[in-house]
Nanobody
Framework: QVQLVQSGGGLVQPGGSLRLSCKASRAIFSVFSGYDMGWYRQAPGLQREFVASITSRKTTNYRETVKGRFTISRDNSRKTVYLQMNNLKPEDTAVYYC????????????WGQGTQVTVSS
């Protein structure tokens, strides 16, 4: 049973940058490095959508609208996954959630608490 604790987010102007972090915490032994991780986002009134994922082998995948702007990475020694977001646009405004157990673009069962990202002038 994993707990995913997110940090980062906030208010940024268009063209700005933010970095989100998601740290896995377990009370007993587990292998964070064996799980595919991902980021999803949801704006009010809209469906949750896939943003990016990274496999245990550090292969990455992004939705088309964030390619070249967002970078997902992981530090297995710190049991943490990151989402570096550059050149942010107002349409990136949403609550962002990390997820463990991603298969392709399908989410696994474990979610972070969510963090608000607001891109506005």
């Amino acid at each position: 049973q994993v707990q995913l604790v997110q940090s980062g987010g906030g208010l940024v102007q268009p063209g700005g940058s933010l970095r989100l972090s998601c740290k896995a915490s377990r009370a007993i032994f587990s292998v964070f490095s064996g799980y595919d991780m991902g980021w999803y986002r949801q704006a009010p009134g809209l469906q949750r959508e896939f943003v990016a994922s990274i496999t245990s082998r550090k292969t990455t995948n992004y939705r088309e609208t964030v390619k070249g702007r967002f970078t997902i990475s992981r530090d297995n020694s710190r049991k943490t996954v990151y989402l570096q977001m550059n050149n942010l646009k107002p349409e990136d405004t949403a609550v962002y959630y990390c997820n463990e157990g991603v298969v392709g673009e399908r989410a696994g069962d474990s979610w972070g608490q969510g963090t608000q990202v607001t891109v506005s002038s």
